[in-house]
């Protein structure tokens, strides 16, 4: 490539800032959505799921099952369900801030 082929560097910052420009507009409120909703979903997901693991472990390891994963069980449901608000609150204050 020699040197009449290349960009201007003017003509690189012009695509840059079009690019952003059209990267922050309904899109982009639509990914950060849907990634709040996933985010949700994971979390609350592991927090059963940790609380089922140390309470499978736990019930095998003292004889007592199934009273240790169903306390774990609900323990964990609790993490995740606490998670999940906190999440929410979060979210609410980062819109709140962008108003």
Do not use: C, H, Y
């Amino acid at each position: 490539m020699d040197e009449r082929d290349r960009p201007s560097t003017s003509d690189i910052k012009a695509r840059i800032d079009k690019a952003r420009q059209k990267g922050s507009g309904a899109d982009n409120d639509e990914a950060n959505a849907k990634a709040a909703g996933l985010r949700v979903g994971i979390e609350l997901l592991a927090g059963v799921a940790f609380g089922v693991v140390v309470g499978v472990f736990l019930d095998r390891w003292l004889g007592t099952a199934p009273w240790l994963l169903i306390v774990f069980m609900l323990l964990g449901m609790g993490a995740g369900i606490r998670n999940v608000i906190r999440a929410a609150q979060e979210e609410n204050r980062k819109a709140r801030d962008q108003d």
